[in-house]
Each structure stands twice: as structure tokens, then as C-alpha cells.
């Protein structure tokens, strides 16, 4: 059973999305206020310097709200995309390397093979290179999409849809629907799903009634719906090597999630 571990406090308007480095030392998010942060998740404050006690991880560069956030595969570089309709490549000193204009962007993926970036626009996910920044491939879905996840090989994709309020797993190899989620609540606002789990066997979602979901992936099964939020739960990203998750919430805040076991190792403050 999952339990809240920690609150992670300093944006100033709701936190729309979530992201962890590969090696699952930060956490990165953006938010509502047009600012992304990295967090060490460890010590629950955004990263300072011990000297001068500024921050030094609040990435400013988007003229509205942040839509999405993603890390790539080293670590040191991140894309993120807003409401202001561009999607920004910046590396760890906060300098913008690469940017794409004229799209609304609800979500951003990047596998963890590297080298390729998934794009979630309306019913299409568009594939870009890393390497030519161009458009590669696309594919449709039957309903406007709000968030995209991969699988660690790159085969399956996860998709939130909108008005029917459905997840579905999308087998890429075959270029088909395998599996549907359902019981949360969407409808009103972008609500990002992700997997979970030592072998990617759970998935998880946020949703509009302020709860984390989580069903058995293969067996399409609920098995639990976790009260913490007082406000919408916007995104949730799992960190593999924690064996622990984060949720995002319109309340302002992101809440760490674990095991007693995923957690004893790490010190609260």
C-alpha cells in the first residue's frame, strides 16, 4: 500500500506536470506561474547553493502557463512546452538550446532510448528527431489526447483521452489499442497518466476528484484510489529506482508517495 511521504511547497499557482531524471536524483516540474523547478527530492527544497541560499533551478522562458516537462536520457538537458505555444530545449544552466513555435502542446515525452521526442497535439502525437529537431512520423487517436506515456523500450505507448475519460495502451509494434483504463475523473483539464512498478505493471493516473488512481496493467483491474490532494491531481511520474512516485496537484503542492520499504532509506524533513 502506498502512502504520502512528503510535500514539496514553492510554486506559485497549481503544478501541471512532473518529470524525473533518469538517474532519479531530481525532479523537475512546471507550473501554472510560467516557471519550471528542480527539486532534490531528498532534502524537499529546490535546489540551493549552501553558501548564498539562492535558487538555483528556476527556469524562466515561457510567456504563459507550462503545459508539459520532460527529461532526457543525460540528465542535463530537458524540453518543455506552454500555453504561449512553444516547446523549449534548455540544458541544466537554464539556457534555451532549440525551440519549436506555432504548436499547442499538451504533453511531451521522450523516450529512454534517447533520440527521439513524442509531442501530444490534440488527437495527434507527433514524433520529432533530437538530432534534426524535424517531424519524423505521427499518429491519431479517436478523442483529443492530454498526455502520453512510454514504455522503458520504447514499444508501448499510453495515452489519456479527454471526454470518453479513458486511458488507452497502444501496442506500436502492432500500431493498435491493447488495453483500457477507466475510473477516474476527467473531462475539464489535462490529467497525465504514467506506468509504475518494478516491470512497468501498474499504471497510474491523476484525476479531477483529487485522488491518485492505480490499476494492474495487464489485468485492467483498480486497485487503489489514494486521498491526499485538496485539488485536482494534475500529473504523476514514478521514479524506478525509489520505487516511489510524485502527484502534482492544482492545491499548489507535489506529494512524494511510497512503500514503507521504498522510503526507509530516505530522511524526512
Known amino acids: 500500500d502506498f502512502s504520502r511521504y512528503k510535500v514539496l511547497v514553492g510554486h506559485g499557482n497549481s503544478v501541471e506536470c512532473l518529470s524525473w531524471s533518469h538517474d532519479s536524483r531530481t525532479l523537475l516540474s512546471g507550473s501554472n506561474d510560467k516557471t519550471l523547478r528542480i527539486w532534490d527530492v531528498q532534502v524537499g527544497v529546490w535546489m540551493w547553493t549552501l553558501i ?30 506552454g500555453v504561449d505555444k512553444n516547446m523549449l530545449l534548455w540544458n541544466a544552466k537554464g539556457q ?7 504548436l499547442r502542446v499538451t504533453d511531451v515525452v521522450i523516450p529512454a532510448t534517447g533520440g527521439s521526442l513524442l509531442a501530444i497535439s ?20 479517436e478523442d483529443s489526447i492530454t498526455s502520453a506515456s512510454v514504455t522503458a523500450d520504447a514499444r508501448y505507448l499510453m495515452v489519456n483521452l479527454n471526454t470518453s475519460q ?31 512498478g518494478i516491470k512497468q505493471n501498474f499504471v497510474l493516473s491523476g484525476s479531477e476528484d483529487s485522488n491518485v488512481y492505480i490499476w494492474n496493467r495487464e489485468q485492467e483491474i483498480l486497485i487503489e484510489s489514494l486521498k491526499g490532494h485538496t485539488g485536482c491531481v494534475n500529473s504523476i511520474t514514478w521514479n524506478a529506482s525509489l520505487n516511489l512516485f510524485a502527484s502534482a496537484s492544482d492545491d499548489h503542492t507535489i506529494r512524494i508517495w511510497g512503500t514503507p520499504t521504498s522510503t526507509e532509506d530516505i530522511e524526512p524533513v
Open 52 to 81: 548564498t541560499g539562492q535558487s538555483l533551478r528556476t527556469f524562466r522562458g515561457h510567456s504563459d502557463s507550462v503545459t508539459s516537462c520532460s527529461f532526457l536520457p543525460d540528465g542535463q538537458h530537458f524540453v518543455s512546452s
Open 122 to 141: 490534440e488527437r495527434r502525437i507527433r514524433v520529432y528527431s533530437l538530432a534534426t529537431k524535424e517531424e519524423v512520423a505521427s499518429y491519431n487517436e
Open 166 to 196: 479513458k486511458i488507452h495502451l497502444w501496442d506500436l509494434k502492432a500500431g493498435r489499442v491493447i488495453k483500457k483504463y477507466g475510473g477516474h475523473k476527467q473531462g475539464l483539464f489535462v490529467i497525465r497518466s504514467c506506468f509504475g
Open 96 to 102: 534555451i538550446l532549440h525551440k519549436w513555435t506555432g
